[in-house]
């Protein structure tokens, strides 16, 4: 069955909206915070868990068919979710460690994936309450107070126009981050660089605001699929170490490789992204 993904769009942001209800009510009170390291240690707080529980509600509500995928929901075995032709990809609270910092760097991502392919995305922050949407042909949206602006990325600088406008992790940064701007300042022209939390830096470049945003080490399948939909739909792409579009639940490991955000010019970007792998 066909899905109306224009219908389904304003209802996964509202349900992202709802989240960071649950998020702000305890971002403002610390005491309920509750940190704990998971794993790998990475923090959980009450906030994230708060969110995951409001968003699997509400997606299970919107399309009981579909089964989620949520960092903060038990590990699904790779032999029962590669029979899924559709599922929701969920970082309830990406940007915990800027949620603990209190900087304000933190968003709501859910996307919804049809054969391995990320078809909608919002991104959603809690603390201004606005969102970066998209779905698959529908175009990019950044929704601020009920009101759509459409996204666009914007056109590569000639030389000498202007800097190129990078962004990069504020927390994960890599020694191949400098050898890549070095080459980028040598291929397309001078550089300034900023910083950022979770999937904004995607939106960023979606926004026109970044040019590229270039990401060595690793990240989660859904730190990136909801940003992923909203470059696409902008004019840009996301893609990886090979020059591919990211796929999602098509491996075992839910683990992403390297990645560059790219708004125009794909092809000067890849001359030299490509060579920082080989």
């Known amino acids: 069955m066909k899905l109306d993904l224009a219908a389904l769009l304003p209802q996964v942001t509202a349900i992202a909206a709802a989240a960071g209800v649950d998020i702000m009510a305890i971002y403002r009170d610390e005491s309920r915070w509750d940190v704990q390291n998971k794993?790998?240690?990475?923090?959980l707080t009450a906030a994230d868990i708060a969110a995951n529980r409001t968003i699997v509600a509400g997606l299970e509500k919107l399309a009981p068919d579909i089964p989620v995928i949520s960092e903060e929901c038990d590990e699904v075995p790779f032999s029962e979710r590669s029979r899924w032709s559709r599922c929701w990809v969920v970082d309830p609270l990406?940007?915990?460690k800027e949620f603990i910092a209190r900087n304000d760097e933190f968003s709501v991502n859910i996307a919804l994936v049809e054969n391995?392919?990320?078809v909608l995305g919002v991104v959603y922050s809690p603390v201004t309450q606005t969102a970066c949407v998209a779905a698959r042909g529908l175009g990019a949206f950044r929704?601020?107070?009920?009101?759509?602006?459409?996204?666009?990325?914007?056109?590569?600088?000639?030389?000498?126009?202007?800097?190129?406008?990078?962004?990069?992790?504020?927390?994960?940064?890599?020694?191949?981050?400098?050898?890549f701007m070095e080459r980028v300042q040598a291929r397309i022209g001078d550089t300034e660089l900023a910083t950022a939390g979770s999937a904004f830096k995607i939106c960023a470049v979606a926004e026109g605001l970044a040019d590229a945003y270039p990401r060595f080490g690793p990240?989660?399948?859904w730190d990136t699929a909801a940003g992923q939909v909203v470059i696409e739909e902008a004019g840009g792409a996301l893609?990886?170490?090979?020059?591919?579009a990211f796929r999602y639940n098509e491996r075992e490991s839910l683990?992403?490789?390297s990645f560059i955000v790219l708004g125009d010019a794909a092809d000067k970007w890849l001359e030299v992204w490509?060579?920082?792998h080989t």
């Open 143 to 179: 929704i601020d107070n009920r009101i759509a602006t459409a996204l666009k990325t914007v056109p590569l600088p000639l030389k000498k126009e202007r800097a190129v406008r990078l962004v990069a992790s504020r927390r994960h940064r890599d020694a191949r981050e400098a050898l």
């Open 94 to 96: 990406d940007g915990t």
């Open 255 to 257: 683990l992403n490789g």
């Open 116 to 118: 391995h392919e990320a």
């Open 274 to 276: 490509l060579p920082a």
């Open 219 to 221: 990240t989660m399948e």
């Open 39 to 43: 794993n790998d240690d990475s923090p």
């Open 239 to 244: 893609l990886d170490e090979k020059g591919r």
